[in-house]
């Protein structure tokens, strides 16, 4: 069974600075997706970006960027130049498409609640 | 708008009296899911459905419900609620994904307690 884990419940980043959240993902599929969800207090989820596993070229969405190393089963987000509004519970989902992918079911890691100091 | 509505926002109940949450989408999607979300666990999938009539279990199935009757609407029953239960509820829909990536819209949430 596919697995995401988040292994930073928490992180704390200044106004203006960059963080990176690590996320790690055990899968024996070879054709899958990632993402970056973010959960501001709200509880609305917001996707930040996602990766195609086939794709070698890192994802980048204006301020938020992804390292995606396949053969490490790594996908940590970066956020640079954080903001008061960059503030939330940031999780980490897999996607796989075998069986074919039919089924739109995402697997979630566990969050990182990212502060941002002012 | 585009959107998933999920009703209530906010739930508070009692062991054992039977509640739904419903969802409803206005957006002609076939695939409907129901996520819980507990600190600590992340977001975990209940039950989804591919289209009318068609629904299938999660990772999370017990203690609960869903029907699809009409293809805008998947209702989450909770028949005989316990206090397990309190969490926050997520309904998300989207086209049939098949091979490509189809966009999962999640309704606002639903934050149940269970007494």
């Known amino acids: 069974a596919q697995t995401v884990t988040q292994s930073q419940p928490e992180m704390s980043v200044q106004e203006a600075e960059t963080v990176t959240l690590s996320c790690t993902y055990d899968t024996s599929e070879s054709d899958y997706y990632l993402f970056w969800y973010k959960q501001p207090p709200s509880r609305q989820m917001i996707l930040v970006i996602r990766q195609e596993a086939y794709k070698q070229q890192n994802a980048t969405e204006n301020r938020f960027s992804v390292n995606f190393q396949k053969a490490a089963k790594s996908f940590s987000l970066k956020i640079s130049d954080s903001q008061l509004g960059d503030a939330a519970m940031y999780f980490c989902a897999y996607r796989g498409l075998s069986y074919g992918g039919a089924t739109n079911k995402l697997i979630f890691g566990t969050g990182t609640l990212l502060a941002v100091q002012p | 708008e585009a959107q998933v509505t999920q009703n209530p926002r906010y739930l508070i109940t009692v062991t054992g009296k039977k509640l739904t949450v419903t969802c409803s989408q206005n957006m002609n999607h076939e695939y409907m899911s129901w996520y819980r979300q507990d600190p600590g666990l992340g977001l975990r999938q209940i039950y989804y459905?591919?289209?009318?009539?068609?629904?299938d279990k999660g990772d999370v199935p017990e203690g609960y419900k869903v029907s699809r009757k009409e293809k805008r609407n998947f209702p989450l029953i909770l028949e005989s609620p316990s206090p397990n239960q309190t969490s926050l509820y997520f309904c998300a829909s989207s086209l049939l994904a098949t091979r490509s990536n189809e966009k999962l819209f999640f309704g606002s949430g639903t934050q149940l307690s269970v007494l």
């Open positions: 459905s591919m289209n009318v009539e068609v629904t």
